[in-house]
Each structure stands twice: as structure tokens, then as C-alpha cells.
């Protein structure tokens, strides 16, 4: 079956930088966009970044825009997150979701994906 697995979460402090990496496991389709979401206490998921499969086409929410970067390796059946100039604010359980229907867009909402890997957790202290 298909797995995702985040790694790379922890404290730091703001201003600082983290990087969050997603491996990706059991798929059976190809062609699919990979998103990166996050959740904060009390809140509802919301879109972080997603990427296509070409890697050509890259979306990020207006939070985060200029700060984060979303990439992958189709190679290592990996994608990643790197995150600058973190604000508090940007606290969150960080949960990346592959979307197996084909296309060339990467979707900006959470119905748009279906496999979801448990999350990481970001805390960034002020």
C-alpha cells in the first residue's frame, strides 16, 4: 500500500530554518503531484506548497511564499520542504499527500489528495 513518512520536524527558533524531507513508498501510479500541508492547534489543515511531477510547476500559499521551498527527487521517490525565516506562527503538525490522480497541476486543498503520511511537528519559538 502506499506510505508516506515525514522526517526532519523539531524546535528552532524564529528566524531559523528546517527542512522536511517525505519519503514515499508502495506507489503503483506515476504522474503525481506531492503537497505539503500543515495544521496548527485548533485550526483546519491548510495548503503549504505543492509541486507536479515534472517538478516544472511549483504553488505555495501566500504565507509562506519567498520563504519556503518545495522540491522533489522522482528518483528517490522523495520531496522535501525547506523552510526559511520561520515566524511562530508557522507552528504546525506538517503533513505531506501525494494526489494519484493524474494531471498537470498540483492541487491547493486537501480533498485534492489522497495519501497522507502522520505528520511532523514544527515549533518555532519567538
Known amino acids: 500500500q502506499v506510505q508516506l513518512a515525514e522526517s526532519g520536524g523539531g524546535l528552532v527558533q524564529a528566524g531559523g530554518s528546517l527542512a522536511l524531507s517525505c519519503t514515499i513508498s508502495g506507489v503503483t501510479f506515476s504522474n503525481y503531484a506531492l503537497g505539503w500541508f500543515r495544521q496548527a492547534p485548533g485550526k483546519e489543515r491548510e495548503f503549504v506548497a505543492g509541486?507536479?511531477?515534472?517538478?516544472?510547476?511549483?504553488y505555495y500559499a501566500d504565507s509562506v511564499k519567498g520563504r519556503f521551498t518545495i522540491s522533489r527527487d522522482n528518483s528517490k521517490r522523495m520531496v522535501y520542504l525547506q523552510m526559511n525565516s520561520l515566524k511562530p506562527e508557522d507552528t504546525a503538525v506538517y503533513y505531506c499527500?501525494?494526489?494519484?490522480?493524474?494531471?498537470?497541476?498540483?492541487?491547493?486543498?486537501?480533498?485534492?489528495?489522497?495519501?497522507w503520511g502522520q505528520g511532523t511537528q514544527v515549533t518555532v519559538s519567538s
Open positions: 509541486i507536479t511531477w515534472s517538478g516544472s510547476s511549483k
Open positions: 499527500a501525494a494526489d494519484s490522480e493524474p494531471g498537470v497541476v498540483a492541487c491547493t486543498y486537501v480533498a485534492g489528495y489522497d495519501y
